[in-house]
């Protein structure tokens, strides 16, 4: 297994080997899953496409739609213009979707299809809405993806009419529907009222019933999108993903913003109890606070399993750095924080959160691959590892126990279910970690060795 | 009205007068019927297709273990192609997977500007020095073929400056009109710089397995069958493959075509630059098997060879008539609904066959129109511009290599007997009544399962859930659903049984909850509480 992985780490500027991100439409089309009656739609050869549903489906195990403009020869050397015309005249007569969400391709974007004047010169029909939002595949990653098309609704859609609507815009970041759940629970706990975008609860975890529904009953609605602008506050969850849409809010609409971490740990869910608190002017409630209470008792429980362990986190910038808060909280040390999307902010955040807990030694890497990250744990060895399924390879060669968490897990179920955010998230994480250390444990001990109360 | 005018007449005009000709019932009696394939999709329509990239790199070249697959573009293609496909290796003499890596130049914003070419050349470079691979191939996505890198003119250089080849395949994703240009290019580099360069001279009772791509270990169930019967395998295109077994290639007797779609010109020019001669194979399905070994067999004539391969056929047959008998009985008068391949469509029908299951809807994802009508067309494929735009090469005879195994007679004869280059497609072993729809999309497959209500849908991963979650158990025929082999005696078992467990899996008694069912509202007379 990654057999060809040689332990002396070169500097390469040309070869990207087994990367940690993928490409922006992909990021695009998820966000766009999470409106609700929204048809993404890529405009591009159809391939894009068609990796990207799969991307999704495998992921979420749940059916991605989106359409293509399916580009030949033709249309990659004319422009695309038609072809979008085409697919917006197709996608509403036979799909009926209440929105279709454009975003572009390398291929759109390295010919230059103007997408604003293509849609201004599409007829669209009345109460039907098509934005847009450009997603060069060969700038940032998917995670950029995601912020762009939250970008795209918002510029399109939001309207200040100056008559407060009294509630909180949430901006998740690249999360699960479960996460997503999961924060929307924590503002109804606090009374906050809300407009979240994107969600895609309801959407990519559709409950069985046995009819399937083009357009289930989540994701966030229009008139929702367009209020966004009559919000008195907004709140982001990971930088990297949602500060674009805040910013365009703000612009677009004035509504001040507060930019948190994802919620991921106990100090990162304070931060966005605290906030909510702020606005909403409220107490916290019991609920929160016991659950608050449940998970610090747990961690202080199984602290002695978690001591020092050595981690190696990757994935998502948000969801790496969030999930580094939590494990330094149960006293684990991170080694390794590796995404492969660009961006420093990711190494001078890393870098913080290890100062607040004295931790030297961590190696904290953007644009990084992971390639790379194992030829580091070749060289020093580390007790677990938590991210994505590419990750398993490493984790078989080296034999070290792999947490599957963040973007993508196409090797297993039910992960998009059950949140990683917020107290309760992090009580699931906990015990996944728990149970993959002390799994470990009682693998490799001797017989006499072998607990039977732990 | 039938089950075609019922969901095409949903369609607006255009998209119905497209449509229209994309799908056909199966006629009553032999007479020839045509089906329009292998044409653009208009945009907007849901189709499941992919690209030229994923044809050539995602399916062809990829599951060859030994050699060094770049993709210049942005990481999204690479990454996407990684692992995903299930064309499962193990290494080779050399050591080497590649299988197992994702190598990419990912192209940034300033490689798109001021060309992709400096970094391209960086990229072999490294490859080289990390891996120190035997060949290197270097596929091209959309925006290099927009921005003009010339990807050969530097494959070139880089063969020339680190001594082994170095092949440059010009895939972009919007070349053609699906994944099937992307075979031919890769079919077209493989015949050019790989195919039949070795040294080796003909081997007795040798073969080629053409268009056997190891999904789920098909390849390596086939292979331990063949070399039972007494077969020696020189090479697999490309399933588990080595570039270094391709030089080979010409040392074959024969080529066995698996996947007609994918690697029909290789057997083609193989056939004109060697003289060896292919036979379309069906590895799926037992009965499918037992044929096509009769076929291999007979081809050759050898009576020893009949024998043990009547011997290995009634051995294996044994060895899997129990638990072939109970998912029969589990199976029979089932109905299936298949959507996959330029091939599995037709294969698996067979395999159901096996099993009393009867297929009510058929059809290819990026078929032409000979996969579905056989290659003795009635009337010729006519080249449109998507087409033209995917290069058709020539090759000669190898003058030193050119070899006919058959006297014009003997090749006339046995192409009465045996698929002997040819394949007669799949409308011919389809019922009477029988739906077949190319590039069936989105808005066609929930309108025919509500229509046609198959006990069964055969899709992949896009349309999986959306069958499901209409109530119909859907298995996918890309990725077996982490399953198989599905190849073989053995392999028909494997499907029986995954086939069995989805239809009778208890969660289905639980879709729609008790209370829909019973009324939960108790009437309560007056005064009693």
């Avoid at chain 1, 999108?225 to 982001?236: E, P, R, W, Y």
């Avoid at chain 2, 058959?406 to 072993?429: A, C, N, S, V």
């Amino acid at each position: 297994m990654q057999s060809m992985t040689p332990k002396e780490v070169s500097e390469r500027s040309g070869l990207r080997v087994n990367p940690c991100k993928t490409c922006q439409p992909v990021g695009a089309m998820y966000a766009a899953l999470g409106v609700h009656a929204c048809m993404p739609h890529s405009h591009g050869s159809q391939g894009c496409c068609s990796y990207h549903r799969t991307y999704l489906t495998r992921h979420f195990k749940e059916p991605a739609i989106a359409s293509s403009s399916s580009f030949t020869e033709g249309a990659s050397v004319f422009g695309g213009g038609s072809n979008l015309k085409a697919s917006v005249k197709n996608i509403f007569d036979i799909y009926n979707p209440d929105i279709i969400a454009v975003h572009t391709t390398c291929l759109s974007e390295t010919i230059g299809d103007d997408l604003k004047s293509f849609i201004l010169d599409t007829p669209i029909p009345d109460g039907k809405y098509v934005v847009h939002t450009n997603t060069p595949s060969y700038v940032g990653s998917h995670v950029t993806g995601y912020a762009n098309m939250i970008s795209g609704f918002i510029k399109y859609l939001s309207v200040k009419t100056g008559v407060s609507n009294g509630k909180v815009a949430l901006i998740p970041g690249f999360i699960n529907p479960g996460d997503m759940r999961e924060i929307k629970k924590i503002a109804k706990l606090m009374n906050v009222p809300f407009t979240m975008l994107p969600d895609t609860s309801g959407v990519m975890d559709a409950p069985m019933t046995g009819t399937y529904n083009m357009y289930p009953k989540g994701g966030t609605t229009i008139p929702d999108i367009i209020g966004l602008g009559d919000c008195k506050k907004s709140i982001g969850f990971g930088e990297f993903a949602t500060t674009l849409g805040l910013e365009d809010l703000r612009n677009k609409c004035k509504v001040p913003f507060v930019s948190l971490p994802l919620p991921i740990g106990i100090a990162n869910t304070d931060a966005y109890v605290m906030a909510l608190q702020e606005i909403g002017a409220s107490e916290v409630p019991y609920e929160l606070e016991e659950e608050r209470g449940q998970l610090v008792d747990v961690i202080l429980d199984a602290h002695p399993y978690f001591d020092n362990k050595t981690v190696a986190i990757y994935g998502d910038p948000d969801t790496v750095l969030g999930i580094a808060a939590l494990v330094l909280e149960m006293g684990m040390h991170p080694k390794y924080l590796v995404t492969g999307t660009p961006g420093e902010a990711f190494v001078t955040r890393g870098k913080d959160l290890m100062a607040q807990y004295g931790v030297e030694d961590a190696v904290i890497k953007a644009s990084a691959d992971l390639f790379e990250m194992h030829q580091w744990i070749k060289n020093d060895k580390v007790d677990l590892m938590i991210g994505g399924t590419h990750g398993k390879t490493i984790a078989r060669a080296e034999d070290i126990p792999l947490v599957r968490a963040g973007f993508p897990v196409l090797d297993r179920y039910v992960h998009s279910y059950i949140p990683i955010v917020g107290y309760r998230g992090a009580l699931a994480l906990v015990e996944k970690i728990a149970n993959a250390l002390m799994d470990r444990q009682d693998r490799d001990c001797a017989d006499e060795d072998l607990e039977m109360v732990m | 009205m039938d089950a075609k005018g019922r969901v095409l007449d949903k369609y607006n005009a255009r998209v119905y007068k497209n449509r229209k000709e994309h799908v056909l019932v199966k006629a009553t009696g032999d007479q020839p019927q045509v089906i329009a394939a292998n044409t653009r999709v208009i945009p907007g329509i849901m189709t499941h297709r992919g690209c030229c990239y994923a044809g050539c790199k995602g399916v062809v070249l990829a599951p060859i273990k030994d050699v060094a697959v770049i993709t210049h573009g942005p990481i999204g293609c690479g990454f996407y192609s990684w692992g995903t496909r299930r064309n499962k290796a193990r290494p080779g003499e050399d050591g080497k997977n590649f299988v197992e890596y994702c190598l990419s130049t990912d192209m940034q914003e300033a490689d798109i500007v001021f060309g992709g070419e400096k970094k391209l050349r960086q990229a072999i470079k490294e490859t080289v020095e990390i891996f120190d691979p035997g060949m290197i191939m270097v596929c091209s996505t959309c925006p290099v073929g927009l921005i003009g890198d010339d990807i050969h003119a530097i494959a070139a250089e880089a063969e020339e400056l680190y001594n082994r080849p170095v092949m440059a395949f010009s895939c972009e994703g919007y070349k053609g009109v699906s994944q099937s240009g992307g075979h031919h290019i890769a079919n077209n580099g493989l015949i050019k710089r790989v195919l039949g360069t070795g040294s080796g001279t003909r081997i007795k009772h040798a073969i080629n397995i053409l268009g056997e791509y190891n999904i789920g270990g098909d390849g390596w169930e086939i292979g331990r069958i063949l070399k039972k019967c007494g077969y020696h395998v020189v090479s697999v295109m490309t399933g588990d493959g080595s570039y270094k077994e391709m030089q080979e290639a010409h040392t074959a007797e024969l080529n066995i075509v698996q996947c007609h779609r994918s690697i029909n010109y290789i057997a083609e020019m193989l056939k004109t630059k060697f003289g060896t001669d292919w036979i379309k194979v069906n590895f799926v399905g037992a009965e499918s098997t037992a044929q096509s070994l009769r076929d291999m067999a007979l081809y050759f004539g050898d009576q020893e060879l009949i024998d043990r391969t009547e011997e290995v056929i009634a051995e294996e047959m044994e060895e899997v008539a129990a638990d072939m008998e109970y998912y029969r009985t589990r199976l029979k008068g089932k109905t299936a609904a298949l959507y996959v391949g330029g091939s599995r469509a037709h294969h698996y029908q067979l395999l159901l066959q096996d099993f009393g299951i009867d297929t009510i809807l058929a059809g290819y994802e990026f078929a032409h129109r000979d996969d579905y009508e056989g290659r003795d067309l009635t009337a010729e494929i006519k080249e449109d511009a998507d087409s033209k735009n995917i290069e058709s090469i020539t090759v000669s005879p190898d003058p030193e290599k050119y070899h006919l195994r058959l006297t014009p007679e003997q090749f006339e004869e046995l192409k009465t007997k045996i698929p002997l280059d040819t394949y007669p497609g799949m409308i011919r072993d389809m019922k009477d009544g029988a739906v077949i729809v190319d590039d069936l999309n989105h808005f066609e497959t929930e309108e025919f399962l509500k229509l046609l209500k198959p006990d069964i849908f055969f899709s992949g991963i896009k349309d999986k859930y959306v069958a499901q979650k209409g109530g119909t158990l859907s298995r996918q025929l890309h990725s077996y659903d982490y399953s198989g082999p599905y190849a073989g005696f053995k392999g028909a078992v494997n499907f029986g049984r995954d086939v069995t467990m989805g239809i009778y899996t208890p969660a289905w008694g639980f879709v729609t909850p008790p209370w829909k069912h019973t009324p939960t509202l108790v009437g309560t007379y007056g005064g009693d509480f």
